[in-house]
């Protein structure tokens, strides 16, 4: 699976999975989708954040859930 947009570092976000280059966890991506699942709109208000982000955030968090239910 390649994930390279998504980062973790302890010195960004306490630690917590963010978008590359970005403080923007994945948590908070998912927060956003859920609230609105316009793209464009999604884009128009962060728009540092890419289609292929969003994709990443969502196999990240699908990948987590599999891991937590072996």
Excluded: F, W
């Amino acid at each position: 699976m390649n994930l390279e947009r998504i980062s973790i570092d302890p010195a960004v976000m306490n630690g917590q999975p963010c978008v590359r280059g970005t403080r923007l966890t994945v948590k908070r991506v998912l927060h956003i989708l859920a609230e609105s699942p316009d793209r464009e709109e999604i884009r128009r208000d962060y728009p540092r954040l890419h289609e292929e982000d969003i994709r990443q955030v969502l196999r990240y968090a699908a990948a987590r859930l599999e891991e937590d239910h072996r």
